[in-house]
């Protein structure tokens, strides 16, 4: 018996180990503190949910939809993102999926042949990477670095394209760095996607979580709808990731390839969490707004508790809720600093290398937590770390 090739090519979502070790630690008595996973702590907004349970056990929702979902939801989602991001679409250019991340895997399913280059942002979400390589694809990194405030760099940008590039990846603000792309980024990306007629897939998951300015989408740019395919969902914003409600808003001739994508692989998306995300959209935003407060709040206090430990540098990040703090200075790759915050402080982080080679040298935390418990976290990882300077010893699991 054995796997197909292609198998080999895929990759995963390194939080989703880590919290697993974390988990096995505490199941041996040790309190551990979650700063890996990117999820809200809050539950969902009380009316979002309500608005599920009648469709559910009152509405009948409880049978196959539309593949591209119910036509109320994608109406409501053509409204908002006119509202919050200026594109002009219909509701026949909405595709709803369970979750996000099909959106990123059916873009590449649709446009990359075999050998087919995706630019894409490192450090950065690893899906990305993973699906390129998985269809066949090649992927390209477009170093996101520190001194550039962890914004992609659009010249060399440039001088990765070739005529093989097919896609490019953006994603702002960005998760693992916090970083966000200026009008001046976007605009000149923009013109890149033009002059060599790429189709860019614009992942705006934490678009609603940015935190000076506002979101500028590069689809409304001149020359942008027909080759712009706008990534978004619930699970941010409105503490929903349970739900598995995502969205892409996509140019017209991609539509149907699409729909055909989710025919085949999951049919349609659940029929009565269809229901809550309208109700997410068009009803109180004042949860969702008291998210995005708590959030700044905590991007303070754990931002400056980092800055405050010997050893470490971060920058405040403009969006999210990640903080990516350089850690270079204790002479250790980001695996063994994050293995060794683990098992000797009890706090579970990610190694910046979980999205890619360039995220040697930091780690990643959610602030996506009490402020009780990141003061915690602080507390005890500037203890750990003082050790490690002190002793060199790192604790590791086979400790």
């Given at each position: 018996?054995?796997?197909?090739?292609?198998?080999?090519?895929i990759?995963?979502?390194?939080?989703?180990?880590?919290?697993?070790?974390?988990r096995?630690?505490?199941?041996?008595?040790?309190?551990?503190?979650?700063?890996?996973?990117?999820?809200?702590?809050?539950?969902?907004?009380?009316?979002?949910?309500?608005?599920?349970?009648?469709?559910?056990?009152?509405?009948g929702?409880t049978?196959?939809?539309?593949?591209?979902?119910?036509?109320?939801?994608?109406?409501?989602?053509?409204?908002?993102?006119?509202?919050?991001?200026?594109?002009?679409?219909?509701?026949?250019?909405?595709?709803?999926?369970?979750?996000?991340?099909?959106?990123?895997?059916?873009?590449?399913l649709?446009?990359v042949?075999?050998?087919?280059?995706?630019?894409?942002?490192?450090?950065?979400?690893?899906?990305?990477?993973?699906?390129a390589?998985?269809?066949?694809?090649?992927?390209?990194?477009?170093?996101?670095?520190?001194?550039?405030?962890?914004r992609?760099?659009?010249?060399?940008?440039?001088g990765?394209?070739?005529?093989?590039?097919?896609?490019?990846?953006?994603n702002?603000?960005?998760?693992?760095?916090?970083?966000?792309?200026?009008?001046?980024?976007?605009?000149?990306?923009?013109?890149?996607?033009?002059?060599?007629?790429?189709?860019?897939?614009?992942?705006?998951i934490?678009?609603?979580?940015?935190?000076?300015?506002?979101?500028?989408?590069?689809?409304?740019?001149?020359?942008?709808?027909?080759?712009?395919?706008?990534?978004?969902?619930?699970?941010?914003?409105?503490?929903?990731?349970?739900?598995?409600?995502?969205?892409?808003?996509?140019?017209e001739?991609?539509?149907?390839?699409?729909?055909?994508l989710?025919i085949?692989?999951?049919?349609?998306?659940?029929?009565?969490?269809?229901?809550?995300?309208?109700?997410?959209?068009t009803?109180?935003?004042?949860?969702?707004?008291?998210?995005?407060?708590?959030?700044?709040?905590?991007?303070?206090?754990?931002v400056?508790?980092?800055?405050a430990?010997?050893?470490?540098?971060?920058?405040?990040p403009?969006?999210?809720?990640?903080?990516?703090?350089?850690?270079?200075?204790?002479?250790?790759?980001?695996?063994?600093?994050?293995?060794?915050?683990?098992?000797?402080?009890?706090?579970?982080?990610?190694?910046?290398?979980?999205?890619?080679?360039?995220?040697?040298?930091?780690?990643?935390?959610?602030?996506?937590?009490?402020?009780?418990?990141?003061?915690?976290?602080?507390?005890r990882?500037g203890?750990?770390?003082?050790?490690?300077?002190?002793?060199?010893?790192l604790v590791?699991?086979?400790?």
């Amino acid at each position: 018996m054995r796997l197909a090739s292609r198998m080999e090519r895929i990759g995963t979502e390194t939080a989703f180990e880590a919290a697993a070790r974390a988990r096995a630690l505490e199941a041996t008595g040790r309190e551990v503190i979650h700063l890996e996973i990117g999820e809200p702590d809050f539950d969902t907004p009380r009316h979002v949910s309500e608005a599920a349970a009648r469709a559910l056990l009152d509405e009948g929702a409880t049978h196959y939809t539309a593949a591209t979902g119910i036509p109320p939801l994608r109406e409501a989602i053509v409204a908002d993102v006119k509202r919050w991001k200026g594109i002009q679409t219909t509701p026949e250019q909405v595709v709803v999926t369970p979750g996000a991340k099909p959106i990123m895997f059916y873009a590449m399913l649709a446009l990359v042949d075999d050998g087919d280059e995706v630019i894409y942002p490192n450090p950065g979400f690893p899906i990305y990477e993973s699906m390129a390589r998985y269809v066949g694809g090649t992927p390209v990194a477009a170093p996101l670095r520190e001194a550039n405030d962890f914004r992609i760099d659009v010249d060399e940008v440039a001088g990765l394209i070739t005529e093989r590039t097919r896609l490019l990846v953006l994603n702002t603000p960005n998760n693992p760095t916090g970083s966000v792309l200026t009008d001046e980024d976007i605009g000149r990306l923009a013109q890149l996607a033009v002059e060599h007629d790429l189709v860019v897939l614009a992942d705006e998951i934490y678009g609603r979580l940015q935190y000076e300015g506002s979101l500028i989408s590069i689809a409304t740019l001149p020359g942008m709808a027909e080759r712009t395919i706008t990534l978004d969902g619930f699970s941010k914003t409105f503490a929903m990731t349970g739900w598995r409600m995502g969205y892409g808003v996509l140019p017209e001739w991609l539509v149907p390839a699409f729909s055909r994508l989710v025919i085949n692989s999951v049919s349609c998306t659940n029929a009565f969490a269809q229901y809550g995300a309208i109700e997410a959209l068009t009803g109180s935003q004042d949860e969702a707004d008291a998210y995005r407060a708590e959030f700044i709040a905590r991007r303070s206090l754990m931002v400056d508790g980092l800055n405050a430990i010997e050893g470490i540098t971060c920058r405040m990040p403009h969006g999210a809720f990640y903080a990516f703090p350089n850690v270079t200075s204790f002479g250790r790759t980001s695996a063994e600093v994050a293995d060794h915050l683990l098992y000797d402080a009890g706090v579970c982080g990610l190694a910046g290398t979980a999205f890619g080679k360039h995220g040697e040298g930091y780690l990643r935390f959610s602030y996506a937590n009490s402020r009780e418990n990141l003061s915690l976290a602080l507390e005890r990882i500037g203890e750990s770390l003082a050790t490690l300077q002190r002793t060199g010893e790192l604790v590791g699991a086979a400790s």
